[in-house]
């Protein structure tokens, strides 16, 4: 009995297509079974009969009996070979009779089953029930007989499916022949007839819609099946996708089973039996003329996605989210860039989208074929849809895209990818919290989606939705690749729509974070990037910042220099384009221009015009770096550039950018400048006069000046500028830089706008003496703070007397302070205005020191004042500074107000009795004892008389009154 049972279990199989052989030949007859014994496989003597002998005749070899399993594998599923104790019995005449009866006994028993097994049946329950049914033929025993020729031991018993297992080679061999005649050109190739096409298609169908029909897949899945898919209903290729989903889960030998299916099913859409059955009507209405096999369906589908039904659509779209896993899903993809994954990624383990984004990497390599990268083009396109397109960002952003993206998630979770709106999908939203991701694989991944929509917008949906009408009437023919069609976009700016203006302007922000969103900058500036700035970062805007420093190195290339300054004009117009200002002066924006709208350099402008008020030194730090940019290209400040253009093609067209040179056009010829340009012009011009680094031509003539004279003066409120000013009458001073300083002192001198000393010390003298003359565009302030030097400040004289002293030592006729002495100078030095060019620096101030007693009173008011400002050590000693003449008299107990009462009348006492030397010699080193003395008894009496009078004042109640003895 036992026998009995065994044969039905490991023998049904071979017979279930058993037929009389009438007419056929014995031979013939014996083939056939060899071939169908233990397998899922057409019937051979059916449509496909001829087929099989002209395509796979191997398959009708018997081997030898002599030849074991091992030695000749493909045999392995005959009979007599996977069943060796019943070779013998095999020639015995009755055992045919006996086949054949438990043929009968087990096709009653399908009949059965497959009555029972509805399609509403859950699959745990099929597997249960069928466990069941072999336990009670066993009489209640659990241990069930082995089948060798494969299937799953259930419940860790010994049962065994015996009509899982079989190998589907007949069909395999026929699909295989029909796919090569399919891309084959030859003219007389042999084709599979069409009868045995629609078998194979049939038969393929069935066993993707039942999974009780795939006994190869139900063997090595059945635990699985039994873990995570106990619960799904059969039928409908349902247990298969449930298989899909936990495919991370699955055991290796069940993942690779439902790879294989995935991959059979990439070629013939019609294999993925949700989508067959959910699409047949838009199959027949739309797709009936394209053919089946490689991939032709699925693209059919996918260019008729607007007009297909919902399910349809929704089937669709969860199809092209699991063939995002591998390229193998994606027949068209995988045969067209065959040659190139064999080339470039031969190593690249398949699966988890890897081998995609290899090819995606090297697509900017020459031998990458056109045909390829355009298809490659089409899928990464499709994959800006939405996120669950791309296998990896859905993997690896997993967690980002909730914690940062969670309304977007569940929106997309919601509908199909033509339903979510996609400018608020999960890709565009990390895309604008890229900043945030934590995740570190989601971050790089995140980063190589971003690069590549920069550089092709047809990656970039949202793009193309809101630009789609710009796109057509103004860059039609401009070609895709390394972002020309965003530049050419943003060279139209003007004639833009409102929400295409506004997603460009995001996708501009967006490129600002990091140099690898710049693809033009990145390939024309490869080889500066490498020589320049190989150790700095590639996110933030660092790179391009190190690219700005080395723009007038000669070994930049001049591609390079033009895109780095196109990025840098641009960056310039809005706070927003440039994320180190933007983080650097968060807060100070907060508080300083918190008012002022963002756009056309306004808040740029605030900060540099505020840049007093900084309180982060790092904001300080990054307004310095805008205004020098600025200073040294025009086109960087935003105001100054809207307000200078017609300016600049008309007075300077012929003068290029950089080193501050159209502005130097500009100030030659203030007469013919617009008054808006003028006005622009004069408010950076006060800024450059705080830092001498904002001035590019003199940092570069006054290079080596700055670090031979002043190399511990600290840049900045112009002390730098005022260092070499004073040390410009040296002999060894550079020549270009002494001319550059000369000029500077002439234009401080005439505004007091461009003196910030002077405007910051006499800021109250100014108000009260002087006002308005403080403006950019009115000369003269700092003459009138002369004429008023009595009545300022000490903080004020000394500023003032430091410009003047400049001006004397630079002398130039017609000097804004020193034209008072322009008679004086041709009289006794014999300086004019044609001659001043070929004298020494200070010579005429020397001259007219050793002419003090004959000239004006009004040169000497000037040169007398030069005196007190003097710098050299031994005038100091001898008390001609305010400060010293102070701290002298600060033992009488003073107020502030009679301690300046009697500064200034020793000052007039020396400055009288230096005035009536009539010997035409003055010489500082030969100033004589006597007046020495005389300054010190001055200073003492002076000093003790008033001490004197105020405590008789005191007594007497009376007060005091001193006169001006001139």
Known sequence: MLFSRAVLMLCTLAVTTYSEESGASRVEASKSRSLIASADDIPLNGSCAEDIKQFCPELLTIPKQSESTESNPTHRHLLVERVPWLGSETKNSNVRQRMLALKRNFTEFKKSYFQRARPAMKAGEFLSHFASSQNSRENGQNKGVKFLGGGMNMFGGGLQLPFFGGRTTAVFCLQRNIRRQRSSVAPDQQQVTGQCKTEVRSFMEQRAADVRRDKSLLGVCFQDITSHCNQTDLGNGRVLRCLKLHKSSLTGSCASAVTTRQMQSAEDVLLDAPLRVACTQDLSQECSHVGYGGGAKLSCLQAARPILTIKCRQELFRREVENSEDIRFNF??????????????????????????CLQDNMKNEDFGIECKTELQKTLGHQAWDWRLDWRLRTLCHKDAHELCGSEVAAAANGTASEVRVETGVLECLKQRAGSVSEEGCSKHLQLRIAASMEDMRQDLPMLQACGQELRDHCQGVPSGEGRMQMCLESVKESLSKNCSGMLFRRSVLQSTNFKFKPRMARLCAVEKDKFCSKVPETGNEVAKCLQDHLQDPEMSTRCRQIVERDEVKSSGDIRLNPGLLAACQTDQQALCKDMLPGRGRVIKCLKDNRHMLNN???????????????????????????????????????????????????????????ECQAAEARLEAQEAEDIRLKPMIMKVCSDAISTHC??????????????????????????????????????ALFVAFNPRVLRSCQQELEKQCPGMNATDVPGGVRCLLEGFQYSSLGCQSEVTRTVSISLNQYQHNGPLTKVCDADAVKFCGVDENSQMFVRPSSVKDCLLRSSG????????????????????????????????????????????EHDEIAKRVFAEVAT???????????LEGLPVAVLLMIVGVICVGSGYFFYQRNQSKKTGKGYVVYDKS
């Open 332 to 357: 068209r993809l995988s045969q067209t860039c065959a040659a190139e994954k064999q080339k470039f990624c031969e190593h690249e383990p398949l699966g988890r989208a890897r081998a995609i984004t």
């Open 913 to 923: 009795k230096l005035h009536t030397r009539n010997n035409g010699e003055l010489s």
């Open 617 to 675: 030194p790092g904001c300080r730090i990054a307004t310095t770096r805008m205004l020098t940019r600025a200073a040294d290209n025009w086109k960087l400040d935003r105001p100054l550039a809207e307000a200078c253009l017609e300016d600049v093609q008309k007075l300077c067209k012929n003068i290029p950018a950089g080193e501050g040179r159209v502005h130097e056009c500009l100030r030659k010829v203030p007469q013919e400048v617009s008054p």
């Open 711 to 748: 190399p511990n003066v600290h840049p900045g409120d112009s002390r730098v500028i005022t260092c070499l000013q004073e040390k410009s009458t040296l002999p060894e001073f550079p020549s270009m830089c002494a001319k550059r300083m000369t000029a500077l002192a002439r234009r401080s």
């Open 854 to 897: 004959n000239i004006t009173d009004a040169c000497w008011k000037v040169v007398s004042l030069h005196l007190v400002s003097d710098r050299d050590d031994k005038i100091d000693r001898k008390g001609f500074r305010w400060n010293e003449l102070k701290n002298r008299i600060k033992n009488a107990n003073l107020s502030t107000e």
